[in-house]
């Protein structure tokens, strides 16, 4: 079966929403099929003032790996090859052990409207060159066509680009596929729209952590469903494939219940809210990229309940839930069953973290914490008839919570962990299964896994990104890229099951800010968590003057630059440590900067 541009093109077109109207250059799903592939064909076909080289670095940028580092990589020969402007993809045989389905999933057909213009040259250009040296086809072979998205599917994928063999991309499942396609895409010469250099090459690639996520919190600063098409790019092209959303939050409740219709007079605005179909637009949008969706809904405290139902909180402190009232058990089964209708993944963030931090002590102005039920009249009285303190009452919350609300929603929960003192959930306590996300020192996660449970870090230090990274350029580069999750728990073979992997978090940036302070860290934690230990590797990443070393450089450069084509921008240092559009990609260690000229990126993609 061969599928052309023109045929699958069509199937995209549910893939997502259009874009911010300052991106209208980018080509959408909702466009029409001939117009995407125009538009994109014309972008990539521009004649750019190509500087002359003058360092070694130059040549690096323009034949650099991609970025994550496959790995296995390697360039066998110096053939240059094309891939035709009407290039097709042919699905492999069943007698080859390729499933016959696989490429007729809407995953497989949106990936390849998505990839084709990316990968093919312009057609103007398809007389230059003998036939030889043109790619007519791929020919993919994935061995199952399930497109159920889960927690441990196997994204391992090989590929050979070739003139004088067959260029074969083969993968275990449709989602492996993805991951081979955007690598190949990565090979093609900015300059020269749907060539190769240095072929054949051959690539044989899996990620060493399952879990690979960036966490956004849409409550803070409203993102509209339109963005979320971007983001998910982004990811895509970083190998990111959990998108963690904390959909509600003190500032505000966007999210539309069905069951609950006065939740969303929390939203900050009538029209900045989440519909069921907008969600589920999102959670599809996502999937077709190979990204699950984590729902968050934090509770008891963090969270925006109050806006539309007061009467589920308490009177001292309004963002925390009253968890001595069994009308909360009750509401948060109905409304969490409501949600994964919508949300399909099979892990339910629940929060956990910060309950009455965000309310004051009038006299001492220090955060209530758990003191909110001391002060509430009917949680103290509830408090003393049943011989409680008010530091043991989230953990009487946790345990109704996952003992009877729970297990009705056939879901795994994920809770924040990694300050107890601010009321984070017991974890020691808690189910096997709870996934802890540890925000705090990456300790925790050894406590965490000691106790027997899977853990994901968001350690604010690494990879809490701007304005909110911690102290020693966390969420920046080089620091987010110089944490492996296994090294510095110093995993041993009982241990590693038990480490998911790891999450960059971003605590309400606009979409106007929003590439600036999410990328360059994200950028950074894709290829470690892909990748795994650095410490092995040699010579060293980082030398002993603490500098990254160039080859790593260079790549990074390559990667913004055709981040930057395909219209997702990752953020520059000024040199003082704030992010700005500069001349200079950030490598250096905040505050002792090393600096790569950026100006392999033709100036109109900046």
């Avoid at 297990?407 to 306590?429: C, E, H, I, K, Y």
Wanted: proline share 8%; hydrophobic share 40%; with cysteine.
């Amino acid at each position: 079966m061969v599928l052309n541009k023109e045929w699958f093109a069509v199937l995209i077109l549910t893939a997502g929403c259009r874009g911010d109207g300052n991106r209208a250059t980018h080509p959408t799903p909702h466009d029409n099929p001939k117009t995407v592939r125009s538009q994109s064909l014309r972008r990539l076909s521009r004649i750019f003032p190509t500087p002359t080289p003058s360092t070694e670095h130059y040549l690096n940028y323009t034949n650099a790996p991609p970025w994550p580092l496959p790995k296995s990589f390697s360039r066998e020969g110096n053939r240059t090859l094309r891939f035709a402007s009407d290039l097709s993809f042919r699905c492999g045989a069943a007698q080859d052990g390729c499933s016959p389905v696989a490429c007729q999933t809407r995953v497989l057909a949106a990936a390849f409207a998505r990839y084709a213009p990316l990968l093919a040259e312009p057609a103007a250009a398809a007389a230059a060159g003998p036939s030889s040296d043109v790619v007519e086809s791929i020919e993919v072979c994935v061995q199952s066509g399930d497109e159920k998205l889960t927690p441990n599917v196997d994204e391992s994928y090989s590929f050979v680009v070739a003139g004088q063999e067959p260029t074969v991309l083969k993968a275990a499942t449709v989602f492996g596929a993805l991951h081979g396609l955007e690598t190949m895409t990565q090979l093609v010469s900015m300059y020269s729209p749907g060539t190769v250099y240095n072929t054949p090459v051959r690539v044989s690639d899996a990620p060493e952590y399952s879990y690979r996520g960036v966490m956004i919190d849409p409550a803070i600063t409203y993102l509209s469903p339109a963005f979320f098409n971007h983001l998910l790019d982004g990811m895509a092209m970083n190998h990111l494939n959990v998108l963690h959303v904390h959909w509600t939050d003190i500032a505000s409740f966007p999210i539309v219940s069905e069951a609950f219709p006065e939740l969303s007079k929390g939203a900050y605005d009538p029209a900045a809210v989440y519909t069921a179909e907008a969600l589920r637009g999102i959670v599809e949008a996502a999937r077709l990229r190979g990204i699950r969706v984590i729902p968050e809904f934090d509770m008891p405290g963090h969270g925006g309940w109050a806006y539309g139902m007061p009467e589920l909180c308490l009177a001292s402190c309004p963002s925390v839930l009253d968890v001595t009232s069994n009308a909360t058990y009750d509401f948060l089964a109905k409304f969490l069953a409501e949600m994964t209708t919508i949300f399909t993944d099979p892990v339910l963030m629940l929060g956990g973290d910060e309950v009455g931090l965000d309310t004051r002590d009038p006299t001492t102005g220090a955060p209530l914490l758990l003191k909110c039920f001391d002060l509430d009249p009917k949680a103290a009285a509830w408090l003393k008839a049943h011989n409680m303190l008010s530091a043991n009452v989230t953990a009487y919350f946790w345990e109704r919570v996952t003992t009877e609300v729970v297990p009705q929603l056939n879901r795994t929960a994920m809770v924040w962990f990694g300050m107890p003192s601010t009321g984070d959930p017991p974890v020691a306590d808690l189910p096997k299964s709870t996934i802890a996300n540890v925000w705090g020192a990456a300790e925790w996660a050894n406590f965490s896994i000691e106790h027997g449970h899977p853990a994901v870090l968001s350690v604010d230090s690494w990879w809490y990104l701007p304005p909110y990274g911690g102290s020693g350029g966390g969420g920046t580069w080089p620091e987010a890229y110089l944490h492996d999750p296994c090294t510095e728990l110093a995993c041993t073979p009982a241990t590693r099951p038990l480490v998911l992997g790891g999450s960059v978090a971003e605590w309400g940036s606009s979409a106007a800010s929003f590439d600036s302070a999410v990328w360059q860290g994200a950028v950074a934690a894709a290829e470690r968590l892909w990748v795994g230990a650095f410490n092995h590797e040699q010579p060293p990443v980082v030398n002993t003057a603490g500098r990254v070393r160039t080859d790593i450089l260079d790549r990074l450069a390559a990667h913004g630059c055709r981040m930057a084509m395909r219209g997702v921008h990752m953020g520059f240092y000024t040199g003082t440590g704030s992010l700005s559009g500069t001349t200079h990609w950030p490598v250096g260690k905040p505050g002792d900067y090393d600096f790569v000229p950026r100006a392999a990126c033709p100036s109109d993609w900046l």
